[in-house]
């Protein structure tokens, strides 16, 4: 009887369902060269050519255009680089990319792992009930849920017993700042396990753990790991036009995985798919807290790009903000541009001193955000950043020139969903305003009234 020989199980803990380039690896060049000598770990080239073409097996990127050939000091001629994915390190033809081979981790889950004590609303455990099914049938499942129905809690008995089974469970988002608003809320309600926290900079990057919050451009870096993989906010930005995310998924999971998408605004593509048959989806139409979503008014503002080069804020907009300064009402003012919302904050710190921005390139949006909550700021100036994953209290929204081609049926939807979230508060005002109303703008109230019609008719609304 052969003896296999022995593994480091911390090599094993670190590269277990990985795809990871040497620099990723803090283990010595001896120990890798070993483990691939005795079959535990296996190596390929990050680039690969074939037909006068290239490909690059961690991004999925076939795009020529996006390769760019130079002369290796490493390999010492020639090589060609991907620049698609050159932000998480350098993959080459003489690059390789490793990833474990040999024996499983083996992860112990107590009996009571789940420590949420909330209930499910009526709709949200039907929805429960098919996502747990799903998992279990190792299926593809939509959840189409308004926003702030409690999609989160929906998948927590999924979790469960995905755990239970033994299964490594991932949810990914395309934003940073869902991830950050997510994985709190998993570690209270499964505070038995670790749950791993994944985004640009994290500190987590280097651990095995059952359950994983991810942002879905973290996923480049995985492959075959995952039994379950849940897609949240599936419509947002950059997931919804970046087909490389789309193949970091597709990789990070194991072929006989579940696939649950969850979103409040499926892509036309996914509605479809769903009326044909072709996607098994469940609707939740209505809230938690069993109220009406608010629908949003439109409301003329003239020509506001003029008005701000002017250095005025149109008065429509002005009395709106100055009543939720005088009633102290916390508010978020959505903006199609980072130029232009630079442009104005002067203009709207003489209603208020404290008034303060927030876009993508903001390092501390979280702190931003955190102030509003806690009532230290009244209002923030943002972009289409926090569309999505922000549940304050009483918050009110109005969108400043809505008609603009950013905001798309689905954005406003999303924006609109920040109001009236909560049992205390779950009513609220959101107003686009507008130079002119766009297809968009009808289409976001359209869907709204449709889902509080369709919440009616099943009799999921205390009215």
């Not at 033809?93 to 992860?107: D, K, V």
């Not at 490389?244 to 579940?258: P, Q, W």
């Not at 921005?357 to 955190?370: F, G, T």
Request: charged fraction near 20%; glycine fraction near 6%; include cysteine.
């Amino acid at each position: 009887m052969s003896i296999s020989p022995p593994y480091s199980p911390k090599l094993q803990n670190h590269l277990t369902g990985k795809h990871l380039l040497a620099f990723e690896i803090p283990f010595s060049q001896e120990l890798l060269a070993e483990h691939l000598k005795n079959g535990y770990v296996s190596e390929t080239c990050g680039v690969q050519s074939g037909n006068g073409s290239y490909h690059c097996v961690r991004c999925g990127n076939k795009e020529q255009t996006l390769f760019y050939t130079f002369p290796c000091k490493i390999c010492k001629q020639d090589c060609t680089y991907c620049r698609s994915c050159i932000m998480m390190g350098r993959v080459s033809e003489c690059a390789m990319l490793y990833r474990w081979t040999g024996p499983s981790i083996r992860f112990t889950i107590p009996d009571n792992v789940m420590r949420w004590a909330g209930t499910l609303s009526e709709g949200q455990q039907n929805a429960s009930d098919c996502v747990v099914e799903a998992v279990k049938g190792k299926d593809e499942f939509l959840v189409w849920a308004v926003c702030g129905a409690g999609k989160t809690e929906v998948l927590f008995p999924a979790i469960e017993a995905a755990l239970h089974s033994g299964k490594r469970i991932c949810l990914a988002t395309p934003r940073t700042d869902v991830v950050l608003e997510l994985s709190p809320r998993l570690k209270k309600a499964f505070p038995a396990i670790e749950v791993t926290t994944l985004f640009a900079g994290s500190a987590d990057r280097h651990g095995f753990s059952p359950l994983t919050v991810s942002t879905t451009h973290q996923l480049f870096r995985f492959i075959e790991a995952f039994d379950v993989i849940i897609v949240d906010e599936v419509d947002a930005f950059p997931y919804s036009i970046d087909e490389s995310l789309h193949y970091a998924v597709n990789k990070s999971k194991k072929v006989s995985a579940a696939t649950i998408y969850l979103t409040a605004t499926p892509s036309k593509r996914m509605q479809r798919l769903y009326r044909s048959g072709k996607l098994k989806a469940f609707i939740i139409p209505a809230r938690y807290h069993r109220q009406p979503i608010p629908v949003p008014e439109m409301k003329w503002s003239g020509n506001w790009q003029k008005q701000f080069l002017q250095k005025n804020i149109p008065l429509a907009i002005n009395g709106w903000v100055s009543e939720r300064l005088k009633r102290n009402i916390p508010f978020l003012l959505f903006f199609p541009s980072i130029q232009v919302m630079e442009q104005v904050i002067p203009l709207f710190q003489k209603l208020s001193p404290k008034l303060s921005i927030v876009h993508s390139r903001h390092p501390d949006r979280k702190e931003k955000v955190m102030a509003l909550r806690n009532g230290m700021v009244p209002g923030l100036l943002t972009t289409t950043i926090l569309e999505r994953g922000v549940t304050i209290e009483r918050l009110e929204v109005a969108v400043i020139g809505a008609e603009h081609e950013v905001f798309s049926d689905s954005a406003l939807v999303q924006i609109a969903g920040r109001v009236g979230r909560s049992f205390a508060n779950p009513a609220g005002t959101i107003t686009f305003f507008h130079y002119g109303k766009s297809k968009a703008m009808v289409e976001a109230i359209r869907h709204i009234q449709m889902m509080n019609k369709d919440a009616r008719k099943r009799g999921l609304l205390d009215e």
